[in-house]
Antibody, heavy 119, light 107 residues
């Protein structure tokens, strides 16, 4: 059974960067396609980016290109999402979500990490 | 940019059928999934590849897709089905996109 454990809540000032981690257990990270999704207060789910198994590349939503970096450490089965140049609108719950069959559906979700951007 | 549109809200009586339509350009040509999201919890996949149901998801959840729309149907709706529901689509051009979300209220 895949389990995703995320890092704890964080508070950042505008202009700073945040790095959220997502540790995989019960599976090997390299056998998953990991994605990141966020939900701002009162808003819907928003896909930020993730691994496309068809071409073997990480894709980013156009909205976040240049500000987001998604990486993986297969030695510890941990995925990371770093978002830079934070603004208040980036206050949100950030989820890691895993696709374990390569069918572009997010079968497993982490518990979410609240990131608050405030001066 | 690619957009997926859903009705903001759907109301249904217990035991009745709720249907949520997700509209997007040539959506029927892409892989569509549906997620149930309750407050304070993580989203749960209820339908993938338009019509397939993950193990553990009740049979009352079903999906279909054609043309520019995908539809999630909840038969014999129960109080526990009250939640926000999001469609999501993927293809090589749009990558991952979520719909605007629909709040299902069981009256």
């Amino acid at each position: 059974q895949v389990q995703l454990v995320q890092s704890g809540a964080d508070v950042k000032k505008p202009g700073a960067s945040v790095k959220v981690s997502c540790k995989v257990s019960g599976y090997t990270l390299s056998d998953l396609s990991m994605h990141w999704v966020r939900q701002a207060p009162g808003k819907g789910l928003e896909w930020m980016g993730g691994f496309d198994p068809e071409d073997g590349e990480t894709l980013y939503a156009q909205k976040f290109q240049g500000r987001v970096t998604m990486t993986e450490d297969t030695s510890t089965d941990t995925a990371y999402m770093e978002l830079s140049n934070l603004r208040s609108e980036d206050t949100a719950v950030y989820y890691c979500a895993a696709d374990d069959y390569g069918d572009y559906a997010f079968d497993h979700w982490g518990p979410g990490t609240l990131v608050t951007v405030s001066s | 940019s690619y957009e997926l549109t859903q009705p903001p809200s759907v109301s249904v009586s217990p035991g009745q059928t709720a249907s949520i339509t997700c509209s997007g350009d040539k959506l029927g040509d892409k892989f569509a999934s549906w997620y149930q999201h309750k407050p304070g919890q993580s989203p749960v996949l209820v339908i993938y590849q338009d019509t397939r149901r993950p193990s553990g998801i009740p049979e009352r959840f079903s999906g279909s897709a054609s043309g520019n729309a995908a539809t999630l149907t909840i038969s014999e709706t129960q109080a526990m089905d009250e939640a926000d529901y999001y469609c999501q689509a993927w293809d090589s051009n749009i990558a991952g996109v979520f719909g605007t979300g629909t709040k299902v209220t069981v009256l």
